[in-house]
């Protein structure tokens, strides 16, 4: 059926990989149409029309589309974790394939998303709801330490710290404090999305939260940590990437390098997919990307979350390398109902690091050499820094400056050329009481 009109729904611009899905549908003969939050401007002659707002307003969102007039025959997204609610309440507005609202919600909602996996006897850590510091001082007492603290509406591990000891634990009130400066100050900026009571009740959510302010603590676990993305039609759904997550030492989880494929035993491969699967379907995910994080602890595979969207920064790239597969040709494919058949393989392997500030300064030199852009195993290389802009690390703020992906026919090739990459990059961040720093 030729020209069927595609509503693509974005909070930023996308990478080369992703506008080559773009042009691939548009080539079969359909129609692509953007809704974004205005905060770039996409490549010309891609999509028959822009439509850029306030997208963090869902009701006005959903009345500026429906005044449109137009009628669309599928509503896809890529990355934007905020926007998945929004995306499902698009898919309901239209009649489209897609996941149900609440299912998205409960997507964001890590509090509604441990109460749904524990209802489906999905293995996840303990946990308790806190809504002020008296509560987080309670639940640390209930679930014991270590222990960990979460925002129940935060990504990439914004505000989240682990509780190890008594020092820690005289701590608490400054960091919990800090992290809901950080998160307050994103919720306006970026992609902290804090629904009102009006669009919770829209979705069908019981029991509202406050997705900036309310916290979990978690029982803390350990052990390899584990991405997989899968693409979802009709219920059935598929993994097509496995990585391995690297973090920073505690007490802050911020993410610090990936790789792909993650190296394991038949057995644990097999056991991995069959808990992303299952997750999946108990979270109510029917036809979409998704992105589940697991944990191998010593007492077995734990899930840590799981989202209705394609992982984040280098994933789609990371995946795309190593089996061949565009994440978002399929996830429009799934929208808009063609079957999908996947035949997965081992192309290459991937490594990725972020590149984080040594310390709290300004950002004064940003440096890529073309030896480095020009280099074709760099498969992608995203420096968000400026010069001018501000940075800190943890408690103070969670900032990246970028970051790396190279593939390589082994991993030990692929860390090999990402090292040395990172090692040619020049970026000088001014330390506010001290002489100039280079990065990394």
């Known amino acids: 059926m030729p020209g069927r009109k595609i509503l693509i729904v974005t909070g930023s611009d996308y990478t080369r990989q992703v506008y080559d899905a773009f042009r691939a549908v548009r080539e079969r003969g359909d129609r692509l149409f953007l809704l974004s939050d205005g ?3 996409p490549h010309p002659g891609v999509f028959e029309k822009h439509y850029a707002c306030d997208l963090r307003r869902t009701h006005d969102v959903l009345a500026m589309m429906r005044e449109t007039g137009e009628r669309f025959d599928a509503v896809a997204i890529k990355t934007s974790e905020w ?12 009649g489209c394939i897609g996941n149900d609202p609440l299912t998205a919600f409960r997507c964001r909602s890590k509090y509604h998303m441990r109460q749904r996996l524990l209802e489906t006897g999905i293995p996840i850590p303990r946990f308790r709801l806190c809504r002020t510091i008296g509560d987080l001082r309670d639940a640390v007492d ?26 820690d634990l005289a701590e608490l009130p400054q960091r ?26 829209s979705i069908g959510v019981e029991e509202h939260v406050d997705m900036v302010h309310d916290y979990l603590v978690e029982e803390c676990m350990t052990g390899p940590e584990i991405s997989v993305d899968a693409i979802t039609q009709n219920g059935r759904t598929t993994a097509l990437g496995l990585a391995e997550q690297v973090r920073m030492d505690p007490p802050y989880f911020v993410q610090l390098a990936e790789f792909m494929p993650f190296l394991c035993d038949a057995r644990t491969q097999k056991e991995v997919e ?22 191998l602890t010593p007492d077995g595979l734990r899930v840590v979350e799981i989202a209705c969207r394609i992982g984040g ?49 300004i950002v004064r ?17 995203e420096i968000a820094a400026k010069a001018g802009d501000r940075v800190a690390r943890p408690p103070e703020s969670f900032d990246f400056l970028g970051y790396v992906c190279t593939r390589g026919k082994s991993r030990p090739e692929a860390v090999s050329l990402l090292e040395d990459v990172v090692s040619l990059l020049h ?13 990394p």
């Open 427 to 439: 970026i000088v961040v001014q330390n506010e009481t001290a002489p100039l720093r280079m990065v």
């Open 313 to 361: 920064d280098n994933i789609h790239d990371s995946v795309f390398q190593t089996t061949g597969y565009n994440l978002m040709e399929e996830a429009i494919m799934v929208a808009l109902g063609e079957p999908r058949f996947y035949d997965i393989s081992c192309r290459c392997h991937t490594a990725m690091r972020y590149i984080l500030p040594e310390c709290a300064g």
């Open 142 to 167: 209930a679930i014991g330490l270590p222990c960990v603290a979460k925002p129940v509406g935060g990504n990439a591990s914004y505000g989240t710290f682990r509780l190890r000891d008594a020092k």
């Open 39 to 41: 905060s770039f401007e």
């Open 176 to 201: 919990y404090a800090s992290s809901i400066r950080y998160l307050e100050a994103k919720a306006v900026r970026d992609d902290v999305f804090a629904f009102s009571d009006e669009e919770m009740d």
């Open 83 to 94: 926007l998945t609610p929004l995306t499902a309440l698009l898919v309901r507005e239209f």
């Open 365 to 381: 030199t940003v440096d890529v050499p073309r030896s480095v852009l020009n280099n074709p195993n760099v498969t992608e290389i």
């Open 274 to 295: 069959e808990l992303a699967k299952r997750t999946t379907d108990a979270i109510g995910i029917t036809d979409s990307p998704s992105h589940t994080e697991i944990m």
